[in-house]
């Protein structure tokens, strides 16, 4: 199982390692475990989580491995469309990590869990490091340097929302509602057309289309 060291413990040269760590086991695999093994999800979250949160410092130069990371988890949310084909349901798995199985796909609460790791990009915190005193430091996210990897991040949702072999139960998609509105707050309208344009087909479009219009409605819920 993944351990993690104490956030403040950690150096520059260990944030490369452990997201490549990281992105081994979300990797597709030609063979599948019987059974899934969410925990394995839980903990990744976890990790990803801790270093946003806490080591912003070191999180920062290494955003691009971050934005793979978090594409590779929305991606593992997948499951199979009922009835498919044995062959179908191969080309499915074929792109799914080794841990999960066919018949037991993640759910709920790796859902929630992704969300609030996606909602940590806004959070401001101040960085746990050795020697420095927290009283001195400005809390602050990774809101303004991540904004130009979210729509990478968000593609991934979409893909998956349009996979014709695949599905996102309505249950895993509530529970990202809050985590991809917050990807959305970090696009600004630049880049969501460049995304929009360059990078969706028509069925991609409807579905951002349809994203960007529940993020507008939420977000001004209770404002005159």
């Given at each position: ?21 990281l ?19 839980q ?6 989580n ?86 001195t ?15 990478y ?5 979409i ?32 880049n ?8 969706l087909d ?20 209770g404002?005159?």
């Amino acid at each position: 199982m993944l351990t993690f060291v104490q956030p403040a413990a950690l150096r520059s040269m260990d944030i490369g390692s452990i997201y490549s760590l990281l992105s081994k086991y979300l990797a597709p695999s030609a063979k599948h475990d019987k059974i899934t093994t969410a925990p394995i999800f839980q903990r990744i979250t976890s990790i990803v989580n801790s270093i946003i949160r806490l080591r912003r410092d070191l999180a920062t130069p290494m955003l691009p491995h971050l934005g793979l990371v978090l594409r590779q988890l929305i991606l593992s949310l997948r499951e199979c469309r009922p009835q498919l084909a044995s062959k179908q349901k191969e080309m499915v798995m074929s792109t799914q990590p080794q841990w999960i199985c066919s018949s037991q796909s993640l759910g709920v609460d790796e859902a929630r869990a992704l969300s609030r790791v996606l909602e940590s990009l806004t959070t401001k915190t101040i960085a746990r490091v050795h020697g420095t005193q927290s009283e001195t430091q400005k809390a602050e996210s990774l809101a303004t340097p991540f904004a130009k990897h979210a729509p990478y991040v968000l593609k991934a949702y979409i893909e998956a929302m349009n996979d014709p072999l695949c599905v996102l139960s309505l249950e895993v998609r509530k529970e990202l509602h809050s985590g991809l509105y917050a990807l959305c707050s970090l696009i600004g309208e630049h880049n969501r057309d460049a995304l929009t344009v360059s990078s969706l087909d028509a069925g991609g479009k409807t579905t951002i289309k349809a994203l960007r219009k529940e993020y507008e409605k939420q977000r001004y819920v209770g404002k005159g």
